[in-house]
């Protein structure tokens, strides 16, 4: 029953690692996101995807790769993990892309590199 | 360039007791305007969002938000708080057509006493 999902909710890598979050949503949705929360609860927008064609890409290192194999699943794949980029990542889903569109949070994915 | 400042970090109330969370912001045009909940441990809940019209905007446990312009500002109110509405409170900015990119507050963290 859970609309936005992700796996896995806590992630501990070294630095150096690949490592990969994984994103579905059952909502039947056409856009999907991922945002990064830092320690101080600052919340970014970091991509955006309307089925399956990236629409939003803000200023991310290209360290980050996100993939739409499907509109229902969006994943993030992060390379040479970095001390930086730990921080909780979520990720949501909205009928559309506008701004006027409800976006449905995930429950987060807490990464903590080392 | 937009922005969102919610001047409290944290608000501490009273069971019962009314709340208002502060929420000031800049952006050039009319901005649409969001209010989030996020419980321990989970992801971001929408309770309202302003976009044009009536500028008292209900949402969803109660809580009401006003727009006023002249103040830039978009404070979110409870008359009466319950327990449960211990939580961080975000709010945000977002512009309209196309891809937008909202911008969040810092967030306020709520805490209820008994």
């Known amino acids: 029953d859970t609309a936005v999902s992700q796996t896995p909710k806590y992630l501990v890598t070294q630095m150096g690692n690949d490592k990969s979050i994984k994103c579905e949503q059952n909502l039947g949705h056409d856009t999907m996101y991922w945002y990064k929360q830092d320690s101080k609860k600052f919340l970014k927008i970091m991509f955006s995807y309307n089925n399956k064609e990236l629409i939003i890409n803000e200023t991310v290192p290209n360290r980050f790769s996100p993939k739409s194999p499907d509109k229902a699943h969006l994943n993030l794949h992060i390379n040479s993990l970095e001390l930086g980029d730990s921080a909780v990542y979520f990720c949501?889903?909205?009928?559309?892309?506008?701004?006027?569109?409800?976006?449905?949070f995930g429950p987060g994915t807490r990464l903590t590199v080392l | 360039a937009q922005s969102v400042t919610q001047p409290d970090i944290h608000i501490t109330v009273s069971e019962g007791a009314s709340l208002e969370l502060r929420c000031n912001y800049s952006y050039g045009a009319t901005p649409y305007l969001f209010w989030y909940v996020q419980s321990p441990g989970q992801g971001l809940q929408l309770l309202l969002k302003?976009?044009?019209?009536?500028?008292l905007v209900q949402g969803i446990k109660g809580f009401e938000a006003e727009f006023k312009r002249s103040q830039s500002s978009f404070n979110l109110r409870k008359p009466s708080v319950h327990w449960s509405d211990a939580a961080e409170y975000f709010c945000a900015v977002g512009g309209g057509g196309g891809s937008y990119i909202p911008t969040f507050g810092r967030g306020t963290s709520l805490i209820v006493h008994p």
């Open positions: 949501a889903s909205s009928d559309g892309g506008m701004p006027t569109d409800t976006q449905y």
């Open positions: 302003y976009f044009s019209g009536d500028t």
